[in-house]
């Protein structure tokens, strides 16, 4: 486990992380209003960010959408210290193109790159394209061996591999390891091919917005599952309502509640397009949240307090990394990193001046 507790923001790719409608946050997926955000939260002291990867919007095609890897590229450079999380499916990359990317981004960023595996779930993007929307375990079986090729070029290998999807033949890409041994890996995915392949090759295994005992569940796997080097480390999702008293955090959950029910018939949408086997959304149906990924499911909605209090338990039960979205995101991302962190520093007695 890092020495203290990480905080990250949720790039506004889709435009908005709840409503379509909130009065004080028009939806907006643009590069400006991104690469404001982000700098923001790299001044306010977060610590990473993660940019989540669609070509089209799930949410609808008539919405924007930012584009992660170029996204990403361009905040490598605007940026100084905030840890940049790409996340990437497998079958829209080659993973030799997506390795000598990411080495890319990692000399631009001066050792600050990330990527996320995802095996995705909305099938009209991959379909429309003509790639193919392959069955959930074969997703993982194809991600796995993707993986495979990039975590070697990542790391310097001359890499030699024939699978059953992939023959990368005397491969070795430069430079590589400028500042340190390779980029950080996470794998985001609930399923049991998603715990193997996480521990199996990630560093990071990236968890959804869940209570408590669910997340308290889900670390103790993870943990125990055999693997080379070192322990596996945990990130968690979560939608944050934070205010002064936990009744005024309840009554904006609840007008956040309100607000859903104009959007019911787009999330519906984005389910009919979601793959029926994706464990992730079984996870959301037990769940009821706002936000995506777990959101508020994770319980981060309450006074200052509260909020601090609830951190802490995740921490203590080996959650390294906390990656939060808010609405409006820009003023809430302020607000939870005056009020909240410092609540959160002092009940962990975690010192980061340093
Ligand atoms: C923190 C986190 C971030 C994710 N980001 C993305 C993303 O950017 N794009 C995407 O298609 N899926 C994303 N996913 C979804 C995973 O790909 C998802 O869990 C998977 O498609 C379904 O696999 P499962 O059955 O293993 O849960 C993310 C999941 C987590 C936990």
New binding site residues.
């Given amino acids: 486990m890092s020495e203290h507790l990480r905080f990250g923001v949720w790039a506004p790719?889709y435009g908005t992380w709840a409503s379509f409608h909130h009065p004080e946050e028009p939806v907006d997926a643009s590069w400006d209003r991104t690469s404001a955000l982000i700098r923001d939260a790299e001044r306010l002291g977060y610590e990473t960010a993660?940019i989540?990867?669609?070509l089209i919007n799930?949410f609808g095609e008539q919405h924007d959408q930012l584009e992660?890897w170029t996204a990403t590229a361009a905040l490598a450079a605007l940026t100084e210290r905030i840890e940049l999380i790409a996340?990437v499916?497998p079958y829209l990359h080659h993973p030799v193109v997506l390795a000598k990317q990411a080495a890319q981004i990692e000399e631009i960023s001066r050792g600050r790159f990330g990527i996320?595996l995802?095996?995705?779930?909305?099938k009209p993007e991959l379909e429309r394209a003509g790639i193919g929307f392959a069955e959930?375990d074969q997703r993982?079986a194809y991600g796995a061996e993707w993986l495979h090729v990039v975590r070697g070029l990542l790391a310097g290998q001359r890499v030699d591999f024939r699978g059953e999807h992939f023959r990368v033949e005397d491969y070795r890409l430069r430079p590589i390891g400028t500042h340190r041994p390779r980029p950080a890996i996470?794998v985001?995915?609930?399923?049991e091919?998603?715990r193997q392949l996480a521990a199996a090759q990630a560093d990071t295994w990236?968890?959804?917005g869940q209570p408590l005992d669910d997340v308290r569940a889900l670390v103790d796997d993870g943990a125990a599952r055999p693997r080379g080097g070192d322990p596996l480390r945990f990130?968690l999702?979560a939608f944050v309502i934070a205010r002064e008293t936990d009744a005024e955090a309840q009554e904006v959950l609840q007008h956040q509640w309100e607000l859903a029910e104009r959007d019911k018939a787009t999330w519906e949408g984005l389910v009919a397009d979601a793959?029926p086997?994706?464990?992730?959304?079984r996870?959301f149906a037990r769940n009821p949240h706002i936000g995506t990924?777990?959101g508020t499911a994770a319980g981060l909605v309450g006074s200052y307090d509260t909020v601090a209090k609830r951190i802490l338990e995740f921490r203590e039960l080996g959650i390294g990394t906390l990656?939060l979205q808010f609405q409006p995101f820009e003023a809430e991302q302020r607000r939870f990193a005056a009020e909240v962190i410092p609540r959160y520093r002092e009940l962990a007695g975690e010192d980061v001046s340093t």
Avoid at 118 to 122: D, I, L, P, S
């Fill in positions: 790719v993660l989540a990867q669609h799930p992660t996340a499916k996320n995802v095996n995705a779930w909305y959930h993982y996470y985001g995915g609930e399923s091919p998603a990236f968890l959804n990130a999702s793959d086997k994706a464990v992730m959304f996870t990924n777990g990656m």
